[in-house]
């Protein structure tokens, strides 16, 4: 199973970052759906389907509340590749909770951290295979400060298509 933990956004976030995707739209990018749309916290990559079940448990065992996020600006990442919109943590407890799934999965065998710093964010666009998209963005998307809404270990299962994400173990967020 190719696995990762991600928070989950309030449905109303969601669906300012899908408006604000189609603002952004170009040839070239291919906008993620709404389901689609989370803050990564720990990519674990191809694990053995039977360490889900124990993985889950390791990374739901670190729940805890993540309030007083904010949408901040948008930016390219990677070479170029990913059009994502960066998540403010203003109380700094999306990184303390990413700290923790990291420590937790690290423990279980089950997780190399990467070597650059966490940077909260979601991810909006991708740009296809070969496409030249110009940079230039729109101002980023507006929305009051929230709070993420669950805690999730997903499973990614690639098709020509894209991504889609499966949820493996979730738990609301208070």
Known sequence: MRLFVALELPASVDDVLVRWGREAERPGLRLLPAESLHVTLAFLGARPDEEAESIGAAALACAA????????????????GVLAVDVVDGEGACGRLQAAVSDALVALGAYEPEARAFRPHVTVARVRR???????????????????SALTLYESLLSPKGARYRRVATVELP
């Not at 509340?65 to 170029?80: K, M, Q």
């Not at 030249?132 to 929305?143: D, N």
């Open 65 to 80: 509340p993540v309030h007083a996020l904010e949408l901040g600006r948008p930016s390219w990442l990677g070479r170029g």
């Open 130 to 148: 070969g496409a030249r998209v110009a940079r230039s963005l729109p101002a980023g998307p507006a929305h009051p400060p929230f709070a993420a």
